[in-house]
């Protein structure tokens, strides 16, 4: 008998995986492909029976899932069957389903794809179960699924194979439905507020000059080098001018640089823009949106996360990034009269920085050092230098400074918010500027005239906020790493 597909491609099979081949060919050649199969009549899921018994007891229903245990015992067996909301356990005997379908069904394998169509009773112990009437065999699993007790515990092979992952790991399955809703709440929070959601473009024929490096690619019918866009907000920025007054985007992220636990080069972000607020509106429209998330995906403000309850009821703190380093490391900010005195600040503390840096970014180097990581319950350090905030609005009182927040939770920055910057002959300053240090870098960085000239019709007051999905669903998830709740995370392939 032939093993079933063998092609010259085909990797190196264990003696599991030749015998299940060897079962297919065998179903193949007694006309029992399941393979041809195209559909099965679901009326129910796992939990909808199991919640529901006293109104289901006794009634047929049919259900369709993998089969992730079973219980031989001569002429009955038990076995479970993991469906997408669960499992539950069915019951099949010979003289219920006949003689053929029991020999094939104890033929069959544990990870093998079944409808099956019962009765609902309850076991002697107590187990709401299905009372098979017939069963069907659906797909052959022509792999062997990790041992129930140990399951998929290698953190590479769980990232690299996630579609086993979620078989074996029902907790898996969990984060992920809690990232959907946890997106689900992030629209209908804007959506109830009034925002719009809109799509920009991905693809976009300017790298312009921010502090991410894009990934390159090229459009050959346009023979064009493209980039794959490292933000949304010069487009919706774009729409507050076409008159736009509230707009968001929940959209996918790409940056060339590295990975770790909290970076990942494709990663998904939300930036909303409304006219006519400034940045305090915006930080209360971010607790209050935090609070509406939590509660709709937890039923609580009180998120624990690593051992640790974050209290994500507002108010939440608020401090200057200059007062913030003040208290931890004793250098003030308002003392510095040049660059020079924010070099021997960063001096007298170790911090190292680059010798054109200014002294914001000196002081931002002193933050980085002494301050985010203790920034543990919600806070929001507010009042950055100009120096680092390239397309927020300066404060009126302090042109040094600009009306721009980032917030902080478990030490990590989870957001950045500021006034637009609405000028136009200033903001083609700073993007130059920008341009020339990327430049100095020995990195390609250019204007976005287009943008420019949006500007110079006139953008109303706006407020803007970008905030990283990933991270917020790692907090109310209670995961390390971002990995973790990326269901495809970026890995390098093996034989690389």
Not at 246 to 274: C, K, L, W
Not at 466 to 471: H, K, P, Q, S, T
Request: charged share 25%.
């Amino acid at each position: 008998m032939a093993d079933y597909p063998v092609t010259p491609h085909t990797p190196e099979l264990s003696e599991q995986e030749i015998i299940r081949r060897q079962k297919l060919q065998s179903l193949i050649d007694s006309g029992k492909n399941p393979y041809l199969i195209t559909r099965y009549g679901v009326t129910h899921h796992s939990q909808e029976i199991i919640q529901n018994f006293d109104a289901l007891e006794g009634q047929t229903v049919s259900v369709a899932g993998r089969m992730t245990s079973r219980r031989i015992m001569g002429k009955a067996s038990f076995a479970h069957l993991l469906d997408g909301e669960g499992v539950i356990q069915f019951y099949v005997r010979r003289d219920d389903v006949g003689d053929e379908a029991y020999a094939d069904f104890k033929n069959d394998d544990i990870g093998d794809i079944f409808g099956v169509t019962g009765t609902v009773f309850k076991t002697k112990t107590g187990e709401v179960s299905i009372h098979t009437t017939s069963l069907q065999l659906l797909t052959k699993s022509l792999k062997v699924l990790p041992e129930k007790f140990h399951g998929l515990t290698d953190t590479d092979l769980r990232y690299r194979q996630r579609y086993v992952d979620t078989i074996v790991n029902p907790e898996v399955r969990d984060v992920f439905r809690k990232r959907s809703a946890i997106i689900s709440a992030i629209r209908e929070f804007l959506d109830g507020h009034g925002f719009l959601e809109v799509d920009t473009p991905v693809l976009q024929t300017v790298e312009i000059g921010a502090s991410a490096r894009p990934f390159r690619t090229h459009h050959n019918a346009l023979d064009l080098d493209m980039f794959l866009r490292i933000e949304t907000e010069l487009y919706l920025k774009r729409l507050i001018v076409g008159g736009f007054e509230r707009v968001y985007e929940v959209g996918r992220i790409f940056r060339n640089e590295g990975m770790d636990a909290t970076h990942n080069p494709e990663f998904t972000s939300v930036e909303t823009y409304q006219a006519f607020s400034n940045y305090h509106e915006c930080m209360e429209m971010v607790e209050q949106m935090y609070e509406f998330i939590c509660m709709k995906a937890l039923g609580t403000t009180d998120v624990e996360y690593q051992g640790q309850i974050i209290h994500m009821k507002a108010p939440w703190k608020r401090i200057t990034m200059a007062d913030a380093v003040k208290e931890a490391c004793g250098e003030d900010y308002s003392t510095w009269t040049s660059d020079e005195d924010g070099h021997a600040a960063c001096a007298r503390h170790g911090v190292e920085v680059e010798k054109t840096d200014g002294r914001g970014k000196c002081l931002e180097a002193l933050f980085d050092a002494f301050v985010e990581e203790t920034l543990v319950q919600p806070t929001f350090i507010i009042d950055y230098p100009v120096e680092i905030s390239p397309l927020a609005k300066r404060k009126p009182d302090n042109p040094d400074l600009t009306e721009r927040f980032e917030y902080f939770i478990t030490g990590h920055d989870m957001g950045n918010a500021f006034s637009e910057l609405n000028d136009p002959i200033d903001q083609r300053r700073r993007f130059e500027l920008q341009a020339e240090a990327r430049i100095a870098q020995g990195v390609h960085a250019e204007v976005d005239e287009d943008f420019v000239n949006a500007l110079e019709y006139g953008m109303p007051p706006t407020a803007g906020l970008g905030f990283g999905v990933d991270r917020l669903v790692m907090l109310l998830t209670d995961s390390p790493t971002i990995r973790d709740v990326l269901l495809f995370p970026t890995m390098k392939p093996l034989n690389k």
